[in-house]
């Protein structure tokens, strides 16, 4: 993963406005008297509560050290290196090495991939990098031992947050500084068992969630027979992009190519047309089930819905050298635009299922495509997320949860400290090499 031109999609006093209310976010974020005010607001009637994993990129300190660590990258003179080095310490620390949780969101992956990212090429942090992917290497083996297991096959098991999915995404990223020698072995194992998902079983459902597999009851209910999800954080869309990815960065496994093309011909059959184009289901049924219920199509967001699948579909097309597809690609991610805002079903400015991972997609594709449209969808998101600034809230922007409760939150993944991540990747010229770790680039 190299460092590549990075355009500024933002411009004049649009970008001076989003660039001072990012870093406002910033600021407040990397506040540990803010985190802890937010955290203890729970006891306030009707507040939920801000969970908070030390060691996790998503909701912990470990995100809070990623943020740092890019705006040190866009402002190198300001002393956020010494914020980022805080916070990852704490973060380290706090990572209890003996239950072995390599998820890139959760766990080890993410703590490498947190200190790779702020080393600076390599200059920084060369033996905590070295102790991490050593653990993570010898971890390997175990955790393959499991995933293998089919009885037992969840999406935890291969997905972006836990999973094979977001191991690998660090796998194929890091580079030889601080990494021992048996790093290209450990990505090949990793490769190698998420391309045996790109196989159908019996009846051609590829990646099927037993029902016993749900942890959640309501899941469980709502998938008697079990599903196939169709998300980018948690299913199919994320696979897609990791061998994408992997191809595209020249990892060269037996089996896939064909087991990607295989992938994206499943994807785009679960397609659900609508007047403004296709959308896809955040799950479906598996093929043998007699009365498979009719498909609907997701929110619009990163997580599940059109703006990941569609990226993960045009990283596709690039790995296979598809045009038709990553046409297909642009043309699902542009409907946005004729999409009315009330059916996109976005409430929230945070990255996972809200206004700041729709405009994190947006870059991306325009940085590919420059299309005219994708700058107008630029402008369009970007609007109404900096109109959802609130300079009285803790951290600049509050979170909405499923109950329409607005709240303070700072974790990285649905909080402030993500909207900023990307207000500043809208603005800056430093590429933003954090959106690997949500199979953007």
């Not at 993570?136 to 972006?160: E, K």
């Not at 194929?172 to 450990?186: E, F, Q, Y």
Request: aromatic share 10%.
């Amino acid at each position: 993963m190299h460092a590549r031109i990075w355009k500024p999609a933002l411009k004049d006093t649009v970008a001076a406005q989003a660039t001072n209310i990012a870093l406002e976010a910033a600021r407040r974020s990397c506040r540990l008297a803010n985190i802890q005010n937010a955290r203890e607001a729970r006891n306030a009637k009707g507040n939920p509560y801000v969970g908070w994993h030390s060691p996790s990129v998503a909701g912990g300190d470990a995100g809070i050290a990623l943020l740092a660590g890019y705006v040190h990258a866009c402002f190198p003179d300001e002393g956020w290196d010494v914020i980022a080095h805080e916070y990852l310490s704490k973060a380290v620390d706090a990572y209890d090495f003996r239950c072995a949780d390599l998820g890139l969101f959760t766990g080890a992956t993410g703590l490498a991939f947190t200190a790779m990212l702020a080393s600076q090429g390599g200059g920084r942090y060369h033996g905590l990098r070295k102790q991490l992917d050593g653990y993570i290497n010898a971890c390997v083996n175990r955790f393959l031992a499991n995933a293998y297991n089919h009885d037992t096959f969840r999406a935890a098991t291969y997905d972006l947050v836990c999973g094979a999915t977001g191991i690998a995404a660090y796998l194929i990223s890091r580079n030889d500084t601080g990494s021992s020698a048996n790093r290209d072995k450990v990505c090949s194992d990793v490769l190698k068992y998420l391309v045996t998902l790109t196989q159908p079983d019996e009846h051609d459902n590829f990646c099927l969630i037993l029902p016993q597999n749900i942890p959640r009851q309501e899941r469980r209910a709502a998938h008697p027979y079990g599903y196939t999800d169709c998300g980018l954080a948690h299913g199919v869309p994320g696979l897609v992009s990791v061998l994408s990815l992997a191809m595209s960065s020249g990892w060269e496994i037996d089996g896939m190519k064909n087991g990607l093309t295989s992938l994206v011909r499943w994807l785009l059959a679960q397609n659900v047309e609508d007047e403004y184009g296709i959308n896809w289901p955040t799950a479906v049924e598996p093929r043998d089930v007699s009365e498979r219920p009719e498909l609907r199509g997701s929110r619009m967001a990163w997580c599940y819905g059109i703006p990941g699948i569609a990226r993960a579909l045009f990283l596709a097309g690039k790995a296979l050298d598809d045009e038709n597809l990553q046409s297909t690609a642009m043309s699902s991610f542009e409907s946005l635009l004729d999409r009315p805002r009330k059916v996109w079903g976005i409430f929230s400015p945070n990255f996972c299922h809200g206004l700041a991972g729709i405009l994190q997609v947006c870059l991306r594709m325009y940085q590919d495509t420059g299309s005219a449209r994708m700058v107008s969808l630029v402008e369009k998101v970007s609007d109404e997320l900096l109109a959802l600034y609130d300079p009285a809230s803790i951290f600049g922007f509050k979170d909405r949860n499923m109950e329409g409760v607005w709240y303070d939150n700072p974790r990285l993944l649905e909080g402030a400290s993500g909207v900023a991540l990307v207000l500043l990747a809208a603005t800056q010229p430093m590429p933003p090499l954090w959106d690997r770790m949500f199979l953007l680039l």
